[in-house]
């Protein structure tokens, strides 16, 4: 239950934050003698940071980075929520492996959707390799046709765009070596 005054002996003025009225939490906090509060266990902090929804998903509500998964402070450097949180409920993941989503949501902490595994295999689980395998054009729109089309290291390239790429880099090349130099004689 929250008190109705403020936690500083003699004020009675309504309490805004940590139990503090505004001027005296102001105050405390710029005098340096504003109490700590407790350091929360790992365990509070993993489980005060999600909610579930309908498919059983735990969804992140915490610090997202721009690549769609959770990340938490601890012990001095940013971890990966779905990480602290296999490794805890779980065991530890062990070296060389990743974790895949298996339901394919990154902000996803529920380690029950979560399967250590090698990062090809995670590669090849991933939507990646059936959208590209799904492509018929090159950006540029020419057919991937087996006339048309260069396999290198796993991945296919567009034998027309590469000829262009070519004979550009050909032109300019040419440009350069036949332009007049500027006569620097005075």
Known sequence: MTSLACAFEGCNKPPAHRGYCEACYSRLRKSGRLPLLPKRSLEERLFASFTEDQSGCWLWTGTVVGTGYGHLRWQGR?????????EFMVAEIPDGLDLDHLCRVRRCV?????????????????DAPRLQKGKTHCPHG???????????????????CKRERSRE????????????P???DR
């Open 142 to 160: 020419h057919e991937y046709s087996a006339e048309n089309t260069i396999h290198y290291r796993g991945s296919r390239f567009c034998l027309a």
């Open 110 to 126: 529920n380690p029950w959707h979560l399967d250590p595994v090698t990062r090809r295999v995670n590669i090849v689980r991933g």
């Open 169 to 180: 880099y050909a032109r300019k090349k040419r440009e350069a070596q036949n332009a007049v």
């Open 182 to 184: 500027l006569n620097v």
């Open 78 to 86: 940013n971890r990966p929520a779905h990480r602290l949180m296999y």
